[in-house]
């Protein structure tokens, strides 16, 4: 059973940048048209979709984060990585980590049941 955990502060101040890092176990980040994605949802709004990280360790991101958004691996760890870089108080969320497989050109999804792996969430306030 794949289960993943993120992990990283629950305070940030403004214009520092936020680090998560998923762990996933029971599989491989590098299983074959496996897609890692970060995932936030801001309080009383809908899930955003934030980028993702192929299984073959290309990276992809939502234009509009896309300057401020890194996302990396670890396959020794067998962990995924997201830096948020300038953050401010709208970038308070819950911050998940997912991920679906797919084939083909990738496209994201803010689908919820379009990912059979969730991690449970963490909380990530935005607070000088």
């Known amino acids: 059973q794949v289960q993943l955990q993120e992990s990283g502060p629950g305070l940030v101040k403004p214009s520092q940048t936020l680090s998560l890092t998923c762990t996933v176990s029971g599989g491989s980040i590098t299983t074959n048209y496996i897609y890692w994605s970060w995932i936030r949802q801001p309080p009383g709004k809908g899930l955003e979709w934030m980028g993702a990280i192929a299984y073959t360790g290309s990276t992809y991101y939502n234009p509009s984060l896309k300057s401020q958004t890194s996302i990396s691996r670890d396959t020794s760890k067998n962990q995924f990585t997201l830096q948020l870089s300038s953050v401010t108080p709208e970038d308070t969320a819950v911050y998940y980590c997912?991920?679906?497989?797919?084939?083909?050109?990738?496209?994201?999804?803010?689908?919820?049941?379009?990912?059979?792996?969730w991690g449970r969430g963490t909380q990530v306030t935005v607070s000088s």
């Open positions: 997912a991920g679906r497989y797919y084939r083909g050109s990738y496209s994201p999804s803010n689908i919820r049941y379009e990912y059979p792996y």
